[in-house]
Each structure stands twice: as C-alpha cells, then as structure tokens.
C-alpha cells in the first residue's frame, strides 16, 4: 500500500504554518547524546523520518529515547550504550545518511561500529569517501563487511590535523563528533560552517567539549576525556522556511512561516528578494508573499555557506519557472541536482540543463559529463501531470508546481517528502491547498 496526493492546482496558498527543528541538526544532535555520561534533552524536534530513524538506531544500541508526550522533547540517556547486530542495525537504517555519523561516538561509547550501506536523496552519488578518510587519520580501521563497513579504533581515537578536499556539512560533523572526546587536539582545515553545525558545535560545548571556530573555515577541538549531557533547543529548519516560500511564490500566495529565522536565511532573503518577492520579517517568523505584478528573472549559482544553499535551489527553480525573462542556475555542491527539471518540463515549465559551468564559482563538475547547469524561461502556464517524488527537495518543487499548475495532478511517493517535511499535508490543508490523500495497493 502507497499514499496517493490527488493536487486540484491552482488555488494560492494562504495562511500560517510553522517550522520547527531544522532536519539537517536535529538527528545530529541526537547521536551527540550518545557522548555524554547522563542524559540530555533535546527540544523542538519535528516528526521526520529522519528522526525515527536515529532513535530506532539509539534504541538499538542500548540508548534510551523517551518523547515527551505533551511537547515532544526527546530524553536521550546513553549510559546502558552496548553493541547491536549488524542485521537488526540495517534493517533500521532505512534510506537514512545520518548512521554514517555514529560511528565516533559508538567508538568512544563502545570501541566499535558498523555502518550499513547508506541510502539518502538520489541526488548524485553522495560517497561517503571523505568520512572514512578522516576516521582513518583518527586512527581508525576501517573493514569492509557483507551489507556494510566495520570500523574499530584497537588505541581509541587519536586527534589529528586533517584538511578535507570540499567543506562538506557531513564530514565536518565527523571530525566533530569524532574529535570531542579523542586524545588531544584536532584541527580541522577547510571545514563547513553551515548554521547546523555552529548549533552542533553549540550541543557539543554544553556538554563540555571544548572547540574553537577560527577564521578561514578552521576549527579546532581539544579533547576531552568526558562529556555530559545537554539541554538544547534545535535551530528551527531554514530548509523547510524557504520551501514554503518558494511555495507562496510559486502559487501567487501569501504564507506566514512562524519559526522562520532572518538571521539564518539571509542569502535566501536577499535572493527572494531580488525575484521580487514580497516579505514582512517579524520577531516570530517571515511573512513570504507574491505581491502581484511581474516576477524577475535572475542569475543563480549554490553554494556552501554562506553562500545560497543547494537545498534551496530546487524549490526555487519551480518560482523562476514563473520569472518573467530568462534565469541562469549553476548548481556546484551536487553534480546531480537538476533530474527534478524533467517532470517540471512535462508540466510545461522552459528548462534547459547543460553540461557547462554556467557561472564563476568554482565547481567540480565542470566538463565531467554532469548537467549541472539550467537555463530557465518563463513565465511558463504549468498543467497537472502524473508525478513520482524522486527526491525530498525535487518531491517538494513538484508538488508546489503542482499546486500551481491547471487541472489535477496525482503525486505518488510521497512519502519520501515526510522525510523533511513535518505533516506537510496538514499544512497544505491549512493553507487551503485543494488536495486529497489517498492509499493504493501499487497493482
Ligand atoms: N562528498 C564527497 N564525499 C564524502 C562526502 C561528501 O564527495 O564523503 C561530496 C558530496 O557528494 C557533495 C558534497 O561533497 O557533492 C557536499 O556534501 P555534504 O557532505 O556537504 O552533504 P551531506 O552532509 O551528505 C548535508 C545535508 C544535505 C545538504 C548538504 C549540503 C544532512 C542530513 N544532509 O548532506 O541535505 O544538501 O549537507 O548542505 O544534513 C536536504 O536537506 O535536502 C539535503 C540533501
């Protein structure tokens, strides 16, 4: 049995909705408990997948998760922390990349881990090359096993100085997890400095580790020989906040995102507001809204932060589709990030994707076969089509395409949007989407 999202499109969504805790810190921050000696409290958590995921994977390891039934604050307490077998670790990995993360902290908890194959968003090969590299300079040993790698440290996790080849958020998150209890100093050179991570930096120093960001993406941590626990409240999601965004635009639409942070956003904002979006940044949240008139088209290329994030492109893409002129993307963090353009194509959207640089930031895709430029005209009309949710940002922009589009659409695979996207549905309806959900047997 699968979900089924009948779209009537073209209704604006209008209303409030909020965001809370941002996906790419909270399940993070989650697997930082299991380095402490008592227990920790994590506020603002959202119902994720992601989140389900890590705390099947805590469970499993001896870490008890208890939810808060009136707030949903999770009580992480990892002081019975033991090993679990490989089979019952990836039957509930599920599609997740976050188990990949767990492998410090299971080393320092337990002198041991193992990482089933990872799955994640289909958006380019995502290896994992640049997390085994650094647990190997920790002193780790690394063994490829049936279904998955072992990894083991015989001398405990040495601190070292390591320079990673691109400031990846995941890798970056590695070396801190990794570094915070090891045996004397780590430093980290060409890190990433995504708001996530400062907020992983953030759980970590409350617990007692001792980690300096310096200048020109240098940090460096001194290890200590124990952590406690921690009370935090996540980061609310800026992923999330410029998806509904995207969404009041895309729609000719008026949304209030309680939660939504200026201070997080601000690249987006200045981009929104560019396109010629309207906005109101209150204390509590962003009102983003289509003010009438013409859309402008313009010239985009992602980035690491705090450059314009790739998670926001997506979206976004779906917004220019409606420009009034022609806009440039280059995408330089995924080299795969365009495959969404084809279904927003059948839907009558003017996308052209290139192999070429189409910008000047440097990218590693560049000659390299990846269509990882797009050329997009508008405004285009869209109409409703069948659509299959490929990925969580591509799944969003076609839902809101959708949502814009005449006539009626019928998404499949939804469930692949709950992964990052709290009770989506619920909030469409609160925003006066024309939507109906529905089961079928898949025959
Ligand atoms: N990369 C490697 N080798 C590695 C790791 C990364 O070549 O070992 C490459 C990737 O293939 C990619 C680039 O480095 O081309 C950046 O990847 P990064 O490690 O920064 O990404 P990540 O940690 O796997 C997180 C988010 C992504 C977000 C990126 C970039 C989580 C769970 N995921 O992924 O979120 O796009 O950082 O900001 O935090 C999303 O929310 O839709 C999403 C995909």
Redesign the pocket.
């Known amino acids: 049995m699968s979900s089924v999202l009948t779209v009537r499109g073209g209704v604006p969504l209008a209303g409030r909705i909020s965001v809370r805790g941002a ?2 810190l909270v399940p993070k921050a989650m697997v930082a408990a299991l380095l402490g000696n008592s227990p920790s409290v994590l506020r603002n958590v959202p119902e994720i997948k992601d989140v389900e995921v890590v705390t099947s994977l805590l469970q499993l390891h001896g870490v008890s998760v208890v939810k808060d039934a009136d707030t949903g604050d999770l009580t992480l307490d990892p002081q019975h922390a033991t090993t679990a077998s490989s089979s019952e670790i990836d039957a509930h990995a599920g599609d997740s ?2 188990p990949i993360l767990l492998c410090g902290p299971l080393i320092h908890a337990i002198g041991e881990a193992f990482i089933p194959d990872l799955g ?2 289909k ?9 085994l590299n650094v647990l190997r300079q920790f002193g780790a040993v690394v063994e490829k096993r049936p279904g998955g790698i072992h990894i083991s440290a015989p001398r405990g996790l040495q601190g070292a100085k390591i320079s990673l080849p ?1 400031p ?4 970056t998150e590695q070396v801190l997890l990794s570094a915070t209890r090891a045996e004397g100093i780590t430093e980290l050179i060409g890190a ?1 400095v ?1 708001p ?1 991570i400062i907020d992983l930096i953030a759980v970590l120093q409350k617990m007692g580790a001792i980690i300096n960001v310096q200048s020109e993406r240098t940090i460096r941590i001194e290890g200590v020989k124990s952590l406690g626990g921690y009370v935090h409240r996540a980061l609310p999601d800026r ?1 999330e906040a410029a998806s509904w965004a995207s969404a009041a635009l895309v729609t000719r639409g008026d949304i209030f995102v309680q939660g939504a942070a200026q201070r997080d956003m601000m690249t987006f904002i200045n981009t929104f507001r560019k396109i010629g979006g309207g906005m109101d940044i209150e204390e509590d949240g962003i009102r983003f809204y289509h003010p009438g008139g013409k859309l402008s088209p313009l010239v985009l290329e992602t980035d690491v932060h705090p450059g314009f ?3 926001w492109q997506q979206p976004l893409v779906v917004a220019l589709s409606q420009a009034d002129g022609v806009s440039i993307v280059h995408e330089t ?3 795969n990030r365009f495959g969404f353009t084809e279904a927003l194509s059948r839907m009558g959207a003017n996308i052209q994707v290139h192999r070429e640089c189409l910008g000047s930031t440097p990218c590693r895709f560049g000659q390299r076969n990846f269509r990882h430029s797009a050329v997009i005209s508008g405004p285009a009309p869209l109409r409703g089509t069948e659509i299959d949710v490929p990925d ?2 591509g799944g969003f922009s076609h839902l809101i395409a959708a949502l814009a589009a005449t006539g009626t659409s019928r998404v499949t695979g939804i469930d692949v949007i709950n992964r ?1 996207y709290e009770r989506f549905t619920d909030k469409l309806a609160a925003l006066g989407a024309d939507v109906d959900l529905s089961t079928s047997s898949g025959v």
């Open positions: 996906k790419n990349r976050i994640g968003c958006i380019g090969d995502r290896p994992i090359d640049f997390h691109y990846s958020v995941g890798a990433a995504e996530e992923n994030m790739t998670d963090v995924y080299e969580l940002r990052g």
